[in-house]
């Protein structure tokens, strides 16, 4: 008897996916002009404690402005990480516009005892932008639980603006403080919990397509590949996987099926018996070999997606030419127990010309007749 080796793949046919939309790496710069440099007296009118009104009213207002429009941000039900990332960004710049304020604020005996409350507010302010920016923008709960430290701090803001306005009252000065409208200043209450992140999904593997989900027989192999987005891997599948000598190219998957008999001729005084040496009489092994994707550190979610879909594609349609062997290895072992010693041989021939066609239209339905490929050159392969 001689043996069977047939070979199945599958082919990069054309396959095409868009490319997931690419999210921005930086924040927006703070779109707020600085103030102008804090130097002792360069108000109009001169002196130091006009020069200090002046700065801590702009600190009053454009500090307070920027923390009063955190608290849509933090109650809405949709939370926004990356939009409340931005605006402490902005929060920062405008705290930090303002280094040396404190000692400016000494210089004048109405507004002294502000300085030290100024570096307090800026020291509680810069340890929830910290934990802010060292979390993803992303992270919602991070993001949150900094932006309410922060809107926290508008209360500190709005008393060292009415303060500020009494001292300049004292120097017949106007510190110009803008209102905040007490909507914006309310404040926050209890905040509902948010909505559990879905985790990421799972890149699959051969531990997901192994010998467990092709059945007995099946031994699976891989080829790695990389890339960022999915025509990268697909390129990458052109260039390293298994060459298909129907297509002329590298297959993205590809099924191996071996026949082994367990088979006897036995002479008799007139004839000969074929006789089965175990059940059942034919069976067929598999050599499955399929894509082994190794993403990037951070893969794009959308890629992630794309990449087990395709990859469960793949195992589906060689799963399907190993089931249409193994059904072939049934009825080769059905023909053993009906066959002589002068027909069996054609019996089985018959059944792997059959199977080996059945392997044939499989392909050329899913991709081979897009290709421009046809039957007959697949059976004469």
Known sequence: ???????????????????????????PSPSRAAPPALAPGNATGGGPCATAVRHLGAFVNQVGELLAELRPEIVTPAFDGPATASQISRISAAIGS???????SGRCQAT?????????????????IDAAQSASASDDEAQR???????GLLTDVLAI?????????SLGLDARIAAIPEASARPLGSLDPLPTPTPPAAVSGLDRFGPAFFGPGST????????????????????????????????????????????QLRPTATDCQVVATSQPAVTF?????????SPPKHPDEATVAWWNAELARAATHEKHHVDLWRTAGKQMSSAVGTSSCVNLSTHIDAIVRQATRANCQFDLDEYG???????????NQ
Do not use: K, N
């Open 161 to 169: 603006g009415r303060d500020v306005t009494a001292a300049a009252a």
């Open 145 to 151: 639980s900094a932006a309410t430290t922060l809107f």
């Open 285 to 293: 092994t598999f050599t499955i070999t399929l894509p082994r994707w």
């Open 220 to 263: 699976v192999t891989s080829y790695g590949v990389s890339g960022s987005t999915p025509s990268a891997i697909l390129d990458s599948m052109r260039a390293h996987g298994p060459f298909d000598r129907w297509v002329g190219l590298r297959a993205e998957a590809l099924t191996v099926a071996r026949a082994s008999q367990h088979i």
């Open 369 to 379: 007749r897009a290709l421009g490929l046809t039957l007959e050159s697949c059976l």
């Open 98 to 104: 303002f280094d040396g304020l404190a000692d400016l």
């Open 1 to 27: 008897m001689r043996g069977w080796i047939v070979v199945a793949a599958i082919i990069l046919a054309g396959c095409s996916a868009a490319a997931p939309t690419a999210a921005p790496s930086t924040l």
């Open 112 to 128: 002294s005892a502000i300085g030290p409350r100024i570096t307090a507010l800026a020291g509680t302010a810069r340890l929830a």
